[in-house]
């Protein structure tokens, strides 16, 4: 698999470029700074790196801890946040400058009564804003003439998920034939015997594959409905906060974070560094009926193989059952936090960015002793709505530091991601609430054609 390059790739070269300005091309210079200024252009992207040819418009800035975010038809964009203000954030542009003068929120953070948080989970689907917490999926009819925010109380979609923590979050997704998909992320690091206990073996076969750690499918159109009266679409998997439908493929997609303490419990197999690199962070194509293998077997990226889990008799390279499971279509080293992925559905963006997929990375915490990673949006290609199995860097530079010691360090952390009507992709951060509008310029097409 094809690893990411660091962000101080691209700020060398832009120290390059400042420090031999005098050399540039003035006629280059005046078009980019007419492209900036069109596109509204924040001076250094708003802090973030972004390819040759793109620029980022901040929209807003310190909205509350951000988590996924949609946008309208008409523009406006709702975003899930963890502010006591309200649980929802809604943003509208009334000047045409692309940034934010208006924001208003609705839904408190909680759901009143019962302490459940509004995670992620969030979407403007078919007439409705769509919003999940830990234990239902809601919907609010979209605001009539002009308003911003809805009326009243949302309508309950589905309920009765089963309490668990860790990995609580609801995150939803729809296909094109009126279907709602909802994760329920695995109540346990690895289905042990003993959670989080040194050796302690796993259990075979894993209850919590009954109700948890896997995707549920539901009739988009109805009320009512419970996770009992959903379809189990698809199992053996950890936990998902990213997914997305491929009108392409007409297919699921997923990115799993993958499990941790390879070392911590299993010390003689696993060293600290081979626990910081592994399990991989999969993206999973998943169809009815598939298992992923989670807890009984994880992807070593390096070795590109899924391998048998310490837990049921696994030393690190035995694949044994492991055969018989779901392959991701693109991996990741271990750790990044993928929290969500999309495909890009706009015509803003040049044609090789058509149908491919984002995927935002929230960083690591438990990378030591090797630097933390991730805090970044990564682009894999699809080409005829297939993956091409590799991935490559798109926004980097969130972090603000390198090599990051730790996650509280960074500055910003992407979380959420979205096309526009207009094309643009937005980009959502958990750190201080910035919101990013990303646009292509087209500056690197008209200088590729100008070097003739």
Known sequence: MQRLTSHLVPALFLSMALLFAGCGDPAADSERSQANSEFNCAPENGGITLPDGFCATLVADSVGRARHLDVAPNGDIYLKTRSEAGGIAALRDTTGDDRADVIERFSDMTEPGNGILWETGMAVHDGYIWASNTEAVYRWPMPEDGALVPDGDPEIVVSGFPEQDPHDSKSIAFDEGGHLYVNVGAPSNACQEESRTPGSPGLDPCPQLERHAGIWRFDADALGQTQQGGTHYATGI????????????????????????????????????????????????????????????????????????????????????????????????????????????????????????????????????????????????FEDGTATGEYEPFADGFAGVDPIPSRGAAEYRPVGLATGPDGALYISDSQKGRIWRVVYTGTEENEQTDEG
């Open 238 to 381: 950890r936990n998902v906060v990213g997914l997305d439908w491929n009108a392409d493929d007409d297919a699921l997609y997923v990115a799993q974070h993958g499990r941790d303490m390879l070392h911590t419990l299993w010390p003689d197999l696993y060293t600290q560094e081979e626990n910081a690199e592994l399990p991989a962070e999969e993206v999973l194509r998943l169809t009815e009926g598939v298992n992923a293998g989670w807890p009984y077997c994880y992807y070593d990226w390096r070795q590109e193989e899924k391998v048998l889990a310490p837990e049921y008799g696994g030393d690190g390279d035995e694949v044994g059952r492991c055969d018989q499971y779901l392959d991701p279509v693109v991996a990741f080293p271990g750790h990044w936090a993928p929290n969500d992925l999309h495909f890009y559905r706009g015509e803003q963006f040049p044609d090789r960015f058509r149908g491919g997929a984002f995927i935002a990375f929230h960083g690591s915490w438990n990378r030591a002793p090797l630097p933390q990673q991730g805090y970044r949006v990564s682009f894999v290609p």
